[in-house]
Protein backbone atom coordinates (compact mmCIF):
# COMPACT_ATOMS: atom_id res chain seq x y z
CA UNK A 1 0.00 0.00 0.00
CA UNK A 2 1.00 3.51 -1.12
CA UNK A 3 2.32 5.66 1.85
CA UNK A 4 2.15 9.60 0.91
CA UNK A 5 3.61 12.52 2.62
CA UNK A 6 3.41 16.01 1.46
CA UNK A 7 5.83 18.91 2.13
CA UNK A 8 6.05 22.68 1.01
CA UNK A 9 3.32 24.25 2.54
CA UNK A 10 3.27 27.61 4.81
CA UNK A 11 2.66 31.20 5.34
CA UNK A 12 2.64 33.06 2.27
CA UNK A 13 0.99 36.65 1.12
CA UNK A 14 -1.45 37.01 -1.67
CA UNK A 15 0.10 37.32 -4.79
CA UNK A 16 2.70 34.77 -3.87
CA UNK A 17 3.47 31.19 -4.65
CA UNK A 18 4.53 27.65 -3.25
CA UNK A 19 5.14 24.60 -4.24
CA UNK A 20 4.11 21.57 -2.46
CA UNK A 21 5.57 18.07 -2.68
CA UNK A 22 4.20 14.97 -2.39
CA UNK A 23 6.61 11.92 -1.24
CA UNK A 24 4.83 8.28 -1.69
CA UNK A 25 6.70 5.00 -0.65
CA UNK A 26 5.83 1.56 -0.14
CA UNK A 27 4.44 1.27 -3.93
CA UNK A 28 5.80 3.03 -7.25
CA UNK A 29 3.84 6.49 -7.51
CA UNK A 30 3.37 5.40 -11.63
CA UNK A 31 0.96 2.94 -10.55
CA UNK A 32 -1.42 5.37 -9.93
CA UNK A 33 -3.26 8.62 -11.34
CA UNK A 34 -2.75 11.28 -8.57
CA UNK A 35 -4.48 14.53 -7.03
CA UNK A 36 -4.25 17.01 -4.58
CA UNK A 37 -7.91 18.09 -2.43
CA UNK A 38 -7.70 20.60 0.44
CA UNK A 39 -10.20 21.31 3.08
CA UNK A 40 -10.39 25.08 4.28
CA UNK A 41 -11.71 25.74 7.95
CA UNK A 42 -15.00 24.51 8.43
CA UNK A 43 -15.08 23.61 5.07
CA UNK A 44 -16.19 20.06 2.92
CA UNK A 45 -12.72 18.49 1.50
CA UNK A 46 -12.37 19.86 -2.20
CA UNK A 47 -11.16 18.94 -5.65
CA UNK A 48 -8.07 20.72 -6.58
CA UNK A 49 -5.85 18.92 -9.24
CA UNK A 50 -5.65 15.65 -10.71
CA UNK A 51 -2.88 13.82 -13.02
CA UNK A 52 -2.69 10.74 -15.42
CA UNK A 53 -0.28 8.46 -14.58
CA UNK A 54 1.60 9.12 -16.84
CA UNK A 55 1.48 12.87 -16.39
CA UNK A 56 -0.14 13.18 -20.36
CA UNK A 57 -3.62 14.04 -18.80
CA UNK A 58 -4.09 16.94 -15.98
CA UNK A 59 -7.31 18.17 -14.46
CA UNK A 60 -8.31 21.16 -12.18
CA UNK A 61 -11.09 22.83 -10.16
CA UNK A 62 -12.08 26.09 -11.92
CA UNK A 63 -10.87 28.30 -8.87
CA UNK A 64 -7.44 27.07 -9.53
CA UNK A 65 -7.28 26.80 -13.29
CA UNK A 66 -4.45 29.07 -14.90
CA UNK A 67 -3.00 29.70 -11.09
CA UNK A 68 -2.06 25.76 -10.18
CA UNK A 69 -0.04 23.60 -12.26
CA UNK A 70 0.05 19.46 -11.17
CA UNK A 71 3.30 17.64 -11.85
CA UNK A 72 4.40 14.36 -11.58
CA UNK A 73 8.38 12.72 -11.27
CA UNK A 74 7.65 8.91 -11.15
CA UNK A 75 11.38 8.49 -10.92
CA UNK A 76 11.46 10.05 -7.75
CA UNK A 77 8.00 8.69 -6.89
CA UNK A 78 6.86 12.12 -5.94
CA UNK A 79 3.82 14.54 -7.24
CA UNK A 80 4.33 18.19 -6.98
CA UNK A 81 1.97 21.37 -7.07
CA UNK A 82 2.77 24.90 -8.23
CA UNK A 83 0.93 27.34 -6.92
CA UNK A 84 0.89 30.55 -7.59
CA UNK A 85 -1.16 34.16 -8.03
CA UNK A 86 -2.33 32.63 -4.14
CA UNK A 87 -5.17 33.87 -2.75
CA UNK A 88 -6.78 34.15 0.80
CA UNK A 89 -9.43 32.19 -0.01
CA UNK A 90 -6.81 29.44 -1.15
CA UNK A 91 -6.42 28.93 2.62
CA UNK A 92 -6.70 25.39 3.39
CA UNK A 93 -4.75 21.85 4.14
CA UNK A 94 -3.89 20.80 1.25
CA UNK A 95 -3.99 17.10 0.89
CA UNK A 96 -2.24 14.30 -1.86
CA UNK A 97 -4.14 12.12 -3.06
CA UNK A 98 -2.94 8.29 -5.16
CA UNK A 99 -6.27 6.67 -6.90
CA UNK A 100 -5.80 2.74 -5.08
CA UNK A 101 -8.95 1.72 -7.77
CA UNK A 102 -7.82 3.49 -10.91
CA UNK A 103 -11.41 4.70 -10.91
CA UNK A 104 -10.83 7.48 -13.61
CA UNK A 105 -12.70 10.31 -12.17
CA UNK A 106 -10.45 12.63 -10.80
CA UNK A 107 -12.82 13.76 -8.28
CA UNK A 108 -13.91 10.68 -6.62
CA UNK A 109 -12.76 10.95 -2.90
CA UNK A 110 -13.69 7.04 -2.45
CA UNK A 111 -11.23 6.29 -4.72
CA UNK A 112 -8.26 8.03 -3.05
CA UNK A 113 -5.51 6.66 -0.25
CA UNK A 114 -4.84 9.92 1.41
CA UNK A 115 -1.81 11.40 2.69
CA UNK A 116 -1.60 13.72 6.29
CA UNK A 117 -1.86 16.92 4.66
CA UNK A 118 0.07 20.11 4.81
CA UNK A 119 -1.28 23.31 5.90
CA UNK A 120 -1.35 26.64 3.27
CA UNK A 121 -2.02 30.14 4.94
CA UNK A 122 -2.42 33.13 2.50
CA UNK A 123 -2.05 36.55 4.34
CA UNK A 124 -3.86 39.81 2.31
Known amino acids: QVQLVESGGGLVQAGGSLRLSCAAS????????MAWFRRAPGADRDFVAA????????YYANSVKGRFTISRDNAKNSVYLQMNSLKPEDTAVYYC?????????????????WGQGTQVTVSS
Open 97 to 113: AADRVGSGVPTLEAAYT
Open 26 to 33: GSSVSNYA
Open 51 to 58: ISWNGGST
